[in-house]
């Protein structure tokens, strides 16, 4: 009885840590998403809105999936470095300027980059900082 | 029986009570205040309450059209302070504003006054790109351009908000978020936090109350 006991506590202990290996990338997509959150209320919500929807023809909204896909490897550089060219967003051209965040670090990037990419209907899953502070390193 | 017709009788009149006090809300006034010895009608000495008013000015608005205190005459206003390369709380208090705007855009007897905070690059070329990007056309919404001393004496004087250049600050401006409610008299009646939308919110109720004043 006490054998089978200490298996079934094994057993059990094992599942539970491959469970929760399995899971390393969620609890990190969930962090990323609450602290990224934070950083999205600081710093773009004045601008971009509580839902993404963005501000007259000042601010894009951030809610065009299909530019977010199109620019991975830019939008992090978009984030700190900020924009001064024309962007079309949903068909409609944006000429604002965009103000850089230098304060940011790269970390908060990702994390802010992970929020906005799956926030808003978007759906586009988890960045790991190593590969977004090498997509800020070849920024233009 | 009849203590339940009493109860019911008790509850109604309460209500009554609490409803008829809601109607009698009046938006209290803002500002420095002095007493006035004036002769009413009968040639009576009478003492009466003065409150600040916002006095004349002139300014340039976004068609590089000049206006002047005249256009506000006969109607409730919402003032503030703001600049147009303002990325932090400037965005929230207009797309805020931008509401209010729309809720009472029918109104005739409503108005809205920014002012610009930069003297140096809004002009009013500037101010009028602005206006249409954030969606905002025609006379309803006044976006006015003056000299610094013209603007921040009016903004800390009479508006009571807070301006200044800051070099140290983000944008090189700093200044309060204020929404400044100001009636048919020129009275400050109102100020309200733009970047909270609850304090939005009660602009949006205190409007139609100040307008009520005058329909008597």
Partial sequence: ??????????????????????????????????????IYVAKCQNCHGEAGEGLGELA???????????????????????????ITIHGKVYKEKMPAFPELADIDVAQVMVFITNSFGNKQGFVHYNEVSKHLQNCK | ????????????????????????????FYGERHAEVKKDAAGVDKIDTVYQTIPAWSFLNQDSTLITNTATNGKVYVADFFFTSCTTICP???????T????????????????????KYDKPSVLKKYA?????DGPKWQFVYGSKDSVYTLAEKSYLVAVGEDSTAKDGYIHQGYLVLIDKDKRIRGAYDGTKQDQVEQLKKDIPLLLAEYKK
């Fill in chain 1, 1 to 38: 009885m006490r054998k089978y006991i200490i298996n079934f506590i094994f057993v059990l202990s094992v599942i539970v840590i491959i469970i929760s290996c399995q899971n390393q990338q969620q609890i990190d997509l969930q962090n990323y998403m609450s602290n990224g959150k934070d």
């Fill in chain 1, 60 to 86: 894009p909204p951030l809610t065009d999936s299909t530019f977010l896909k199109n620019n991975k490897t830019r939008l992090a550089c978009i984030i700190k470095n900020g924009l001064n060219e024309p």
């Fill in chain 2, 1 to 28: 029986m009849n203590k339940i017709t009493s109860s019911i009788a008790i509850c109604l009149l309460s209500v009554a009570l609490i409803s008829s006090c809601k109607q009698d809300r009046k938006l209290p």
């Fill in chain 2, 92 to 98: 929230t208090m207009h797309r805020n504003l931008m």
């Fill in chain 2, 100 to 119: 209010v705007y729309n809720e009472f855009k029918a109104n005739p007897d409503v108005m809205f006054l920014s002012h610009t905070i930069d003297f």
């Fill in chain 2, 132 to 136: 249409q990007k954030l969606g905002v």
